[in-house]
């Protein structure tokens, strides 16, 4: 284990591996972590949520049998093995298929229908995790017959979740809970049809992610890379301050067409952001916005 390279004015971590008292020691190691991760790596999470960012780092000093977050730092820098691992922790990964089925109901009544008036639409599926909303869309619009002319751009901070998106096996004992989501989410068909069991995993049909372009994009620091009919940006700005909230806003709001539509999770509102006005509500209670100017 590394000795603390902090003053002796703090106890160390203590021993049941819970974070010390919040002081503001710990304040200035964790700012210059992440400022050291942003101009290292890239990766900026300096306006992240505090509390939920410093729970997440703690876990990551003892997870690497270190006692302080200067500590982390040091290894960080140094061993990109070590980024990787972080960026996990930070970057919340939980996700389901056909999450809040009430959420697809709305978009095959709401969304689908306009989509239908486009020869060829462009959809973003912004923080897409391990990409079961992915297919999970994927399925929605093939069962509507507007897959055919849908390219999808399913994108995330994350390497190693879409790299798993990619492949399309979600675990085996999840189906049971997907497919009583599926059909609350109005689906039409038998759920099974769309995989095979593979060792204690469904493989998802390949042609459900033919139309789907997988790439690795930062929504706080990189730029917007298309025009886009519909923006799903869901349970990804929760973990964010205020501040970053307004950036991806920004993003969104740059990326959509006029009359585009944004979906955001069940926390989510356009509401109280800067671009507020730019939208009128499609189905609010689902957190669907349509541009209007
Ligand atoms: C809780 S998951 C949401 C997954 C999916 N959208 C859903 O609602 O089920 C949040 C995802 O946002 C991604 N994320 C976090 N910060 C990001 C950023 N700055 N740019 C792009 N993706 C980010 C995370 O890697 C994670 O996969």
Same mark, same amino acid.
């Given at each position: ?53 410093? @729970? ?8 690497? /049998? ?18 990787? @691992? ?30 239908? $008036? ?11 995790? $391990? ?19 849908? @390219? ?15 492949? /399309? ?29 593979? !060792?204690? /995993? ?36 929760? !973990? ?12 969104? !709001? ?5 009359? /585009? ?7 989510? $509102? ?16 689902? @957190? ?6």
């Amino acid at each position: 284990m590394s000795s603390s390279p902090v003053g002796a004015s703090r106890e160390p971590a203590g021993a049941g591996n819970h974070p010390p008292a919040h002081d503001d020691l710990e304040e200035i190691e964790l700012s210059l972590l992440l400022e050291g991760v942003f101009r290292q790596y890239g990766f900026d999470f300096r306006e992240y949520a505090p509390a939920s960012l410093r @729970r997440r780092v703690w876990r990551r000093v003892f997870a690497e /049998g270190l006692q302080t977050i200067s500590a982390l730092q040091d290894k960080l820098l140094h061993d990109p093995a070590c980024m990787e @691992r972080l960026l996990l922790d930070l970057s919340i990964n939980v996700t389901a298929m056909f999450r809040d089925p009430s959420f697809y109901i709305a978009f095959r009544e709401k969304v689908v229908p306009a989509l239908r $008036t486009y020869p060829f639409t462009r959809i973003w599926v912004a923080g897409c995790s $391990t990409g079961e909303e992915v297919y999970s869309l994927a399925i929605l619009l093939e069962e509507e017959q507007v897959y055919d002319r849908t @390219r999808i751009y399913a994108t995330d901070i994350n390497e190693s979740v879409l790299e798993q998106a990619r492949a /399309g096996v979600f675990p085996l004992d999840k189906m049971r809970e997907y497919t009583q989501n599926y059909i609350k989410a109005g689906g039409t068909r038998a759920f099974s049809e769309y995989y095979v069991a593979k !060792y204690d /995993g469904a493989q998802f049909q390949r042609s459900l992610v033919e139309n789907v372009v997988f790439a690795q994009h930062n929504l706080v620091s990189d730029r917007s890379f298309n025009e886009f009919n519909v923006i799903v940006c869901r349970n990804v700005m929760i !973990y964010f301050d205020r501040a970053l909230q307004d950036k991806v806003h920004r993003l969104c !709001y740059q990326s959509l067409m006029t009359f /585009g539509i944004l979906a955001l999770g069940a926390e989510e $509102t356009v509401k109280f952001s800067p671009f507020e006005d730019c939208y009128e509500d499609l189905d609010a209670n689902e @957190r669907l916005y349509k541009k209007v100017k």
